[in-house]
Structure formats: structure tokens, C-alpha cells
């Protein structure tokens, strides 16, 4: 959920021209976060784990850096966020939506 957000961040914020591709790009991104999310909470109920998505609770346990403030004009801001969670030679959002990053694919069956 922290990962959905800072895209959005990045997202509403992006300006010149790569503003479109970029943009478009950011809503793939968090669309796929949003659904890898949903999937690892729901297992992790299943398994009898309580996952707690509040603002404050992702507020205060996030591992990120808050971003700057602002617009932003090329891909160097959206660089860190994106190489922490897709996997080294992931080239497919579906793939990378499905790896976490230590390889595991945490959308097989249980």
C-alpha cells in the first residue's frame, strides 16, 4: 500500500515531456502494486496473520524516504521507488506484480 502511494505521489507530480508516458506509466505500476497488495493480505489472513493498512500504521512503519516536495521532470525521482520492488531482470509489470523481492512468487496456490 506504502509502494501504491508514493506512485501516486509521483504520478499527480510529474511535469515536461515525459509527463504522459511517465503518468501513464505510474497508473500501471500502481494499479499492479495495488492488486499485489490485495493478494498478499488476503493470504496473509488466510494464514492467520491480520494485516493492518491504516495511514498511520503505514506511516509509521514504512521503510521509504519521503519524497521530495513538488514537481518532478524526469525519471530520477521514480528510480528508487521502482528498483525496491521489482526484481532484478523483471521486465513484465504482470511478472513483477507476481515476484517479491527475493524471488518468491507470492501469488502461487497455497
Known amino acids: 500500500m506504502d509502494l501504491s502511494l508514493i506512485g501516486k505521489q509521483l504520478h499527480w507530480n510529474i511535469v515536461g515531456p515525459l509527463f504522459r508516458p511517465l503518468h501513464l506509466y505510474l497508473d500501471e505500476l500502481v494499479d499492479e502494486w ?6 498478499v493480505a488476503e493470504r496473509a489472513t488466510a ?25 518532478s521532470s524526469g525519471r530520477q525521482r521514480m528510480r528508487p521507488p521502482v528498483r525496491l520492488v521489482v526484481p532484478a531482470g523483471v521486465r513484465d509489470l504482470g511478472q513483477a506484480a507476481s515476484v517479491s523481492a527475493h524471488g518468491v512468487d507470492v501469488l502461487a496456490p497455497v
Open 34 to 39: 495495488r492488486l499485489l497488495a490485495d493478494a
Open 47 to 71: 494464514l492467520g496473520s491480520f494485516p493492518d493498512g491504516q495511514c498511520g500504521t503505514i506511516a509509521q512503519k514504512t521503510e521509504f524516504k519521503p519524497l521530495p516536495e513538488g514537481a
